[in-house]
Nanobody, 121 residues
Framework: QVHLVESGGGLVQAGGSLRLSCTAS????????MRWYRQAPGKQRELVAG???????NYADFVKGRFTISRDNAKNTVYLQMNSLEPEDTAVYYC???????????????WGQGTQVTVSS
């Protein structure tokens, strides 16, 4: 089994910063793409940022220049540095990893449990 655990959420004032982390554990052979999503109340879950195994990154337009995604392969961890936070960034943030549990095995998607980020105005 594979488990993803997120941390780093909380309450911050507008203009502030937070750093989210998501670490995978369990039966892991390799981790391909790592992504962050978010879901605000009453809205659909949306992609925030992603990073490939080659460390190529992509961002949603609404976070470009404010958020930075990075990964530490030795720790099976992805980070999301969030700066210049706005009230509109308030949401539950989820990580999603594509993981192979055996050599040459298929990639399966695993989700974290979510961490709440609240930005006050």
């Amino acid at each position: 089994q594979v488990h993803l655990v997120e941390s780093g959420g909380g309450l911050v004032q507008a203009g502030g910063s937070l750093r989210l982390s998501c670490t995978a554990s369990g039966s892991i052979f390799s981790i391909n793409t790592m992504r962050w999503y978010r879901q605000a109340p009453g809205k659909q879950r949306e992609l925030v940022a992603g990073i490939s195994s080659a460390a190529s990154t992509n961002y949603a337009d609404f976070v470009k220049g404010r958020f930075t995604i990075s990964r530490d392969n030795a720790k099976n961890t992805v980070y999301l540095q969030m700066n210049s936070l706005e009230p509109e960034d308030t949401a539950v943030y989820y990580c999603k990893f594509f993981i192979a549990t055996t050599p040459g095995g298929l990639l399966y998607a695993y989700w974290g449990q979510g961490t709440q980020v609240t930005v006050s105005s």
